[in-house]
C-alpha cells in the first residue's frame, strides 16, 4: 500500500496566500483597463416596423423590467415604427406580433438566459404609432420611465405600471369619444395633460406627494375637469400611487 502523507500546512497557507494576491492583482489590471463608458461593439439595436394589414384593431402589451418605454404618434401607413437599444447584443429583445379575429396582438420576446434574468439590463424602446387603427396600449415598467405624446392615436384603452420612475403622459390631442386610463405607480412623479374640450374625471389612491391641478376641482379623492360642449369625449382615469407629486392639467 502507498503511503499517505498530509501536506505541510505552511505551504498550503502559503500557496493560497499567493494565489490570492495573483487574484487580488489580476483584478486590480482589469478594473483598471476596463473603460467606464459603455462600449458600443458590445451594445445591440434593434429596429422594427409593424404593418397594418387588413386588421381592425390592436393590442400592444410592452413589460420591461429595466429602462425606458417612450411612445410617439406619427402619420404613416405602418401600425408602429421604432428602436430598441440594450446594453448588450446578446439578449437583444424584438416585437413579435399575432392576428387573431383582425385583432393584432403585439409584445416583446427576448431571449431566455438565466444570466440576464439574475443581472437585468436596460431596454430602451422607441416606439411611434399612426392613428389609422384603434389601440389598446398596456405598458409596465419595473425600474425606469413612461414618456407618451401618442397625438391623435386613436387609444381606446390606456393601462401604464411602473414600480419606481416617472410617468409623462400627453394625451391632449386624443379625439376618442371615451377612455378608460389606469395608472399605478410605486414611486415617482406623474404628469398627465388632457384636452381641453373634454370630461374628465380622476379618481386618486395616493400616500405621499403634493397634487398640482390646471383646469380641475375637487378634493384629494377625485378631480373634474368640465366642458360646455355637448359632444365632448369622456375619460375616466385611476391612479394608484405610493410616492410621488401628481400633476393634472387641460391643455386648449
Do not use: C
Not at 34 to 41: G, K, Q, S, T, V
Not at 93 to 118: C, G, Q, V, W, Y
Not at 167 to 175: A, F
Amino acid at each position: 500500500m502507498i503511503p499517505f502523507h498530509l501536506p505541510n500546512l505552511r505551504k498550503v497557507f502559503g500557496w493560497l496566500f499567493l494565489i490570492m494576491i495573483l487574484s487580488f492583482g489580476i483584478g486590480g489590471v482589469l478594473l483598471v483597463l476596463e473603460p467606464d463608458a459603455p462600449n458600443p461593439a458590445h451594445e445591440g439595436n434593434f429596429e422594427f416596423s409593424i404593418p397594418a394589414q387588413e386588421i381592425e384593431r390592436a393590442r400592444i402589451n410592452m413589460a420591461i423590467d429595466a429602462g425606458n418605454i417612450r411612445i410617439t404618434g406619427e402619420t404613416m401607413e405602418d401600425l408602429l415604427t421604432g428602436d430598441v437599444h440594450v446594453e448588450t447584443k446578446h439578449y437583444l429583445p424584438r416585437l413579435t406580433h399575432t392576428i387573431t379575429n383582425k385583432t393584432m396582438n403585439i409584445a416583446i420576446d427576448r431571449p431566455s438566459d438565466i444570466f440576464h434574468e439574475i443581472i437585468g439590463g436596460e431596454e430602451n424602446w422607441n416606439v411611434s404609432v399612426h392613428n389609422k387603427t384603434p389601440l389598446s396600449l398596456l405598458l409596465s415598467v419595473g425600474s425606469g420611465d413612461i414618456h407618451m405624446q401618442p397625438g391623435n392615436a386613436q387609444i381606446s384603452e390606456l393601462a401604464l405600471e411602473l414600480g419606481a420612475g416617472s410617468l409623462y403622459l400627453d394625451i391632449h390631442e386624443w379625439k376618442g369619444d371615451s377612455l378608460p386610463i389606469r395608472i399605478e405607480n410605486g414611486a415617482g412623479d406623474i404628469t398627465v395633460l388632457f384636452p381641453e374640450r373634454s370630461r374628465v374625471s380622476v379618481a386618486l389612491d395616493r400616500a405621499i406627494g403634493n397634487v398640482f391641478l390646471a383646469g380641475f376641482t375637487g378634493d384629494a379623492n377625485g378631480y373634474y375637469h368640465e366642458t360646455h360642449s355637448p359632444d365632448a369625449p369622456n375619460i375616466h382615469v385611476s391612479i394608484s400611487q405610493g410616492i410621488g407629486d401628481v400633476t393634472l392639467r387641460t391643455v386648449e
